[in-house]
């Protein structure tokens, strides 16, 4: 009885000492090992030494580190994620981002080992840079800023400031910890919430200015083109009557020159009277 429980204690720890043994890693994935807390190097003894996708075995009491060589994505929007900073003008903004990163197989010792959860020490470390970049962005011209203040001038310069934040991550981060940043993106910023009602006030404020401006400048040039239509019919009129006074001139000057002026005048009073109805006749005294 006493050598069939040795003989059963022997199987299941040579069964689990065999499991032990052996690990998979998965496509996207690399392993490394450690053995009493030292990972594993190639005989150059300052290389790691990788394991690729497929069935390894290792010793029973060596441990694997599963890496994930694949992008990774943190997302910080939301009501939690969303970060806060402030900017120079002392207005406190909401960022949400995105960070994509990719772990540098050259570099993984720096990855794995130098940090305990590699996640939540890239997120705190970019909410350190983004804090500061905010703190400290200004633009690069001294114009007086306008509504909006840092806001404003945020929204504005966003494409630098993404440039900035991208360039500082690499630098402070990725060269630090082992990963390459793909894209740092500020997709949304959103100002406190007395800023953005200031905002929609002064904005539908100048719409209804640009609106008013608009109607008082058409009615304007309504009314300038009428008085240039006024002035052309009133100078043709005007032609017209001279070219009338000159041609009665004219014939006037002929018939005088005729010597039958008085005549004309003559016969014309006396049309003009055979039509009226009451003489007034001026007498000279």
Same mark, same amino acid.
């Given at each position: ?20 043994? @052996? ?85 993984? =010792? ?40 840092? =806001? ?58 640009? @609106? ?14 009428? @008085? ?35 005549? =004309? ?14 003489? =007034? ?5």
């Amino acid at each position: 009885m006493l050598f069939i429980g040795l003989l059963l204690g022997l199987s299941t720890y040579v069964l689990l000492a065999i499991y032990r043994s @052996a690990f998979r890693v998965e496509e996207g994935h690399v392993g490394l090992v450690t053995s009493h807390g030292a990972v594993l190097r190639e005989r150059d003894g300052k290389t790691l030494k990788i394991y690729r996708p497929g069935l390894h075995l290792k010793w029973p009491w060596q441990e694997v580190h599963h890496v994930a060589l694949m992008e990774q994505i943190i997302e910080l929007s939301g009501s939690d994620g969303a970060r806060t900073a402030m900017a120079e003008d002392g207005t406190v903004l909401r960022f949400e981002s995105i960070l994509r990163y990719l772990p540098l197989e050259d570099m993984l =010792y720096d990855y794995v080992f130098d940090l305990r959860s590699p996640r939540e020490h890239i997120t705190s470390l970019f909410t350190c840079l983004l804090r500061n970049e905010i703190a400290n962005f200004r633009a690069e011209d001294t114009a007086p800023p306008g509504p909006g203040g840092s =806001y404003a001038l945020i929204r504005r310069e966003r494409r630098k400031l993404n440039a900035q934040i991208m360039a500082f991550c690499q630098l402070e981060i990725g060269v630090q910890y082992g990963v390459e940043f793909s894209a740092v993106d500020l997709i949304d910023i959103l100002p406190p919430e007395e800023l953005d009602d200031a905002l929609n006030a002064a904005i539908q404020a100048r719409n209804e200015a640009n @609106a008013d401006y608009s109607r008082a400048e058409a009615e304007a040039q309504q009314r300038v083109i009428a @008085a240039r239509h006024g002035v052309e019919i009133a100078t043709t009129k005007a032609a017209a009557v001279e070219r009338e006074v000159l041609t009665l001139a004219s014939r006037l000057a002929e018939l005088d020159a005729a010597g039958t002026l008085d005549l =004309y005048v003559a016969r014309r009073n006396a049309e003009v009277l055979s039509q009226s109805k009451y003489h =007034y006749v001026r007498r000279d005294r």
